[in-house]
């Protein structure tokens, strides 16, 4: 568990933040500017705070009241730049291996062979790291963190600097290293989709400031505590359970309580739980019986709250079958002309083109 | 083809380009990192003292050598008596001499090449649990590789060449002191030595020009090594 109560200010800048991260992916969310990188840089012992204390389980790694601080390598935290900033004169076995030595040996429980195989980079390994591409490259700096078997793993923006296709790349990556190796990550995004698929747990910050903590389904849905949330980053977290892969269509289908999701692209396995992440701006609301639409998903429920302070548009938060929210966004003229109000009985259309794939746990690169 | 006394001066300008460069390089690359990466009072002093050399009249500098680094210089004396170390008029001296001239000229070079590091590598490297020594050593000396090569043929070709600090500092004896500059020097205030000082011309060239091409391919070696 990551304890992290710190402040620092650097010019026009100040950062005044406490939280804790546990098992799993810890997401540290919020526009460029916000303090994310500083905050990591801050627990990787790169920056020191100008008080505060961050504790990792038992081991205080700085705390200024007491003057105790641990060298960053010494801290036993692994950190994968946006950049992946891998050591461009060893080939990429020799840095998989760098850290390797410094790791105590009781502490090496990761496994060379494992990393290698998670992250699908056995035919690289005698390569040069200006001859891989950006996927390749931070797919071996995620494995070179790894291999030293760290406590913590902390990865800034890893993806931002990716195109969209090798963020799916990676993305299952992320989730099976989450999975198998139970290393606790702390994850920096400005992606709601990123957050919402990988992290149990999402630490919002804004100017500096923790602005909201909980899960991606509450820290992300638009609400008055974030008004600085973009229209377009507003997103509800839907769960449910995989019932079919259609191969030949391309698309998965999603059982939820509310209705059948259809996700483009094949999920892994029938059967699994998925959380999938749907942007507000991307629901139609609909009355009475559906009109014969190309949209194959329409989800039953009542809407809960309307809320009229978004300028020209409203948010219309739904309360779905299972006690999911699910939050859209019409115009005002839209609410008013079909009468919505609170406990009317509506349904929700959702595009599957709509859907980013980056917000669909076990998505990969989608075919084709 | 050459006299013995050509011979002897060709040698020992190889000796003290040698000794100067080899010398010189350790201190040259810390000096080279504290103003790269360090930031302190008095920074553009310590900037200016170690240009001073390259901007000041060679003639100043070797006499500003005599007065620190002769018999009964402020160093000279305690080095000479605590260490055995005598610089006066000895090829150690001109060794002296070479290394201070070219010490700028060295590590202009290797700072140059140090700030071309993202310091981000070597932080990745000490999240990966190396200490900053082994960084140094594994990460930063490889990565600045060309700029070190560069720096150190620059100062060998200043050492081959200087003439000015040296002859004011530990004079023109042969054998001693008098490498290939002092040497064509001398040539060329003797009747008759047009001919010796053209041949030691020559062969000053060649040993440039053999730097100039050993560095190159270091340089092509180090860049397949560390493609920076």
């Known amino acids: ?368 | 083809m050459f006299t013995s006394e050509e011979w002897t001066a060709i040698l020992l300008s190889l000796k003290v380009g040698s000794i100067a460069t080899a010398a010189s390089l350790p201190v040259a690359i810390a000096v080279a990192w504290v103003l790269a990466r360090r930031d302190f009072r008095g920074k553009s002093l310590v900037d200016g003292v170690v240009h001073l050399p390259l901007v000041l009249p060679p003639v100043v500098t070797g006499y500003a050598l005599l007065l620190l680094f002769g018999r009964r210089g402020v160093f000279g004396a305690f080095l000479a008596d605590h260490l055995g170390l005598v610089f006066s008029f000895r090829w150690t001296g001109a060794a002296l001499a070479a290394g201070v001239m070219g010490f700028p000229l060295m590590v202009r070079a290797i700072r140059l090449s140090l700030e071309a590091i993202d310091v981000r590598v070597e932080q990745a490297a000490a999240t990966l649990g190396a200490p900053p020594l082994w960084v140094f050593a594994t990460v930063t000396l490889p990565l600045a590789s060309r700029g070190i090569v560069a720096g150190a043929v620059l100062a060998f070709a200043k050492a081959l060449g200087e003439f000015g600090a040296t002859i004011t500092f530990v004079s023109n004896i042969p054998g001693q002191t008098q490498t290939i500059p002092s040497a064509i020097y001398a040539l060329t205030q003797t009747p008759g030595g047009e001919a010796g000082a053209l041949k030691l011309s020559i062969v000053a060239a060649g040993i440039a020009l053999a730097a100039l091409i050993v560095s190159e391919v270091s340089v092509r070696r180090a860049r397949r090594g560390a493609a920076a």
């Open chain 1, 1 to 368: 568990m990551i304890s992290v109560a710190v402040t620092l200010a650097r010019g026009d800048f100040s950062l005044d933040v406490a939280f804790e991260g546990g098992a799993g992916v810890t997401g540290l969310f919020g526009p460029s500017g916000c303090g994310k990188t500083t905050v990591i840089r801050l627990v990787a012992g790169l920056d020191r705070p100008d008080a505060g204390r961050i504790t990792l389980g038992e081991r205080v790694l700085i705390d200024t009241a007491t003057g105790a601080r641990v060298a960053p390598h010494r801290r036993r935290i692994g950190l994968v730049f946006q950049d992946a900033q891998l050591f461009p004169h060893l080939d990429v076995a020799t840095n998989l291996a760098y850290g390797r030595f410094f790791t105590p040996k009781p502490a090496r429980r990761v496994e060379t062979a494992a990393v290698i195989e998670v992250l699908g980079i056995g035919h690289l390994m005698k390569r040069r790291p200006e001859t891989l591409s950006g996927g390749e490259k931070q797919r071996v700096a995620i494995g070179r963190a790894l291999l030293t078997s760290p406590e913590l793993l902390l990865m800034d923006e890893p993806l931002a600097a990716l195109d969209d296709r090798r963020k799916l790349e990676i993305l299952p990556f992320i989730e099976r290293l989450r999975d198998e190796f139970a290393i606790p990550i702390l994850y920096v995004s400005h992606s709601v989709e990123e957050v919402a698929r990988l992290a149990s747990t999402v630490v919002r910050l804004e100017h500096g400031r923790v602005a909201r903590i909980g899960t991606p389904g509450e820290v992300l849905a638009p609400t008055a505590l974030a008004p600085s949330t973009g229209r377009f980053e507003a997103i509800s977290v839907l769960t449910g359970r995989v019932t079919r892969i259609d191969p030949a269509y391309g698309v998965s289908f999603v059982e939820h309580p509310a209705g059948r999701i259809v996700v483009p692209g094949l999920l892994e396995r029938e059967g699994a739980e998925v959380h999938i992440a749907i942007r507000a701006t991307d629901v139609t609301l609909a009355l009475g019986r559906t009109p014969q639409v190309s949209v194959r998903t329409a989800l039953a429920g009542r809407v809960a709250k309307v809320a009229t302070d978004h300028g020209p548009f409203a948010l219309v938060t739904m309360e779905l079958a299972s006690g999911d929210r699910l939050h859209a966004y019409a115009t005002r003229l839209a609410v008013d002309d079909l009468g919505l109000d609170v406990g009317d009985g509506v349904q929700a259309l959702i595009k599957a083109v709509s859907i980013d794939e980056r917000g669909v746990q076990g998505l990969g690169v989608v075919a084709g």
